[in-house]
């Protein structure tokens, strides 16, 4: 595309450092433009009617989902991270729609039963490379989803795919050396074919997702906790970021019932983090004073990040939550019931291929064990926690009770 602003509804004026979709880098299959959408507005249209998104809703967050209708679902929780990429990229004149569309597809290659699921298939996977969400996510965009005639996958753009795999940050150092270990198998493949430039960090719009990421787990992780009296107001008074708001929504409104004191905790907190990444943003791009995007790529951290004292106030939220609610004895006890459903799930596949629906298992009793355990794990990932126990109930005479 050229750089011009007379096409479609979403060219409007960015930073010199974002995004622009007129000038994308394109797609892996062309594709004609669209007359009404950008690139990235399309790319985020297709990522919500994909079926890869619909499967989210009865995907776990950290409460399964049949326990209660109002607690954070994959798809509930994918959705408070797109507002709050949104408002980030918007408070730094970059482009929302990109931001919104990796916001929206970062939970993708998530299997049933939250990370539970994941650590199950990863350990049944190792033999043949192990299994990773991230990678899995791309897998699914660029092939797994099949809902086009002259592709596979969702075929988005190259800044979009960018996002997904890169939004943590680079995956390779400069020497072309995985920074965490090897890198997924899957992003390997496709990077050689495509290149997402693992070395170089993703864009500020990607980096706003991966954030929001973070604030709203941090966030509704505290209401879903609550909701479900595994936290209480009381021992969120002990921890430095809860307790300084609960002090003062406590001295404004000292009537105030526990519900409500819940809420105005959930979203104070959201508010604060979310100011604290806003000006922490634009401090660091004042000093790198980036020119381009090319400027972001290759600044050598971070752009959008919580400043000093909010990050450490973050990590200590995050490990009163990992102590007091996701390794609570009632979640551990659920998790471990979750984690044979899938152990089981995985052999029994693995052993017995037809037993998967028709599209999955042709021609697998003749594989070779790597293809066939890379399709199993394929099958299994895309599962929703029901359809999991579902299959569960089909398979054995006996399974373990998640309620």
Not at 50 to 77: P, W
Not at 108 to 137: I, S, V
Request: charged content about 30%; proline content about 4%; aromatic content about 8%.
């Amino acid at each position: 595309m050229t750089g011009s602003t007379d096409i479609g509804f979403g060219y409007r004026p960015r930073a010199v450092y974002a995004c622009d979709p007129a000038r994308t880098r394109g797609r892996f299959h062309p594709e004609p433009e669209s007359p009404t959408r950008t690139p990235f507005q399309r790319d985020r249209d297709r990522i919500i009617h994909s079926t890869a998104f619909r499967r989210l809703k009865h995907k776990t967050q950290v409460f399964i989902a049949h326990e209660g209708d109002h607690y954070r679902t994959r798809l509930t929780h994918s959705i408070e991270v797109a507002q709050i990429a949104r408002a980030l990229a918007r408070a730094l004149c970059c482009d929302e729609d990109l931001a919104e569309a990796v916001a929206l597809v970062h939970d993708f290659g998530h299997t049933p039963f939250g990370h539970t699921g994941e650590e199950a298939l990863n350990e049944k996977m190792a033999p043949w490379g192990g299994f990773d969400h991230n990678a899995q996510a791309l897998r699914v965009v660029t092939r797994l989803e099949r809902r086009y005639a002259e592709f596979d996958g969702l075929n988005l753009s190259w800044e979009t795919l960018e996002g997904l795999v890169k939004h943590n940050g680079p995956l390779e150092d400069g020497d072309g050396r995985g920074v965490d270990g090897p890198v997924p198998r899957a992003i390997r493949i496709y990077n050689e074919l495509h290149d997402l430039e693992l070395s170089r960090f993703a864009s500020l719009e990607a980096q706003c997702a991966a954030i929001a990421d973070d604030i709203a787990y941090n966030a509704h992780d505290i209401d879903d906790g609550l909701r479900a009296d595994l936290l209480t107001l009381d021992m969120l008074r002990e921890v430095e970021l809860p307790g300084r708001i609960l002090k003062v929504v406590g001295e404004r409104y000292p009537t105030l019932d526990a519900v409500r004191t819940g809420h105005e905790l959930m979203r104070r907190q959201i508010t604060a983090m979310v100011e604290d990444v806003i000006a922490t943003a634009r401090s660091n791009i004042d000093a790198l004073k980036p020119a381009s995007i090319d400027d972001i790529r290759d600044a050598g951290l971070t752009m959008v990040s919580f400043s000093g004292q909010m990050r450490t106030e973050e990590k200590a939220l995050k490990a009163f939550l990992y102590g007091n609610l996701y390794r609570h004895p009632s979640v551990l006890e659920v998790r471990r019931a979750a984690d044979q459903v899938v152990r089981d799930l995985f052999d029994a596949y693995f052993a017995e291929p037809r037993e998967m629906p028709e599209g999955w298992r042709e021609g697998l009793d003749r594989a070779e064990d790597r293809v066939k355990a890379r399709d199993v794990a394929d099958f299994l990932a895309g599962m929703t926690d029901t359809y999991a126990l579902k299959e569960h109930l089909r398979l054995f005479d006996r399974t373990p009770d998640l309620s």
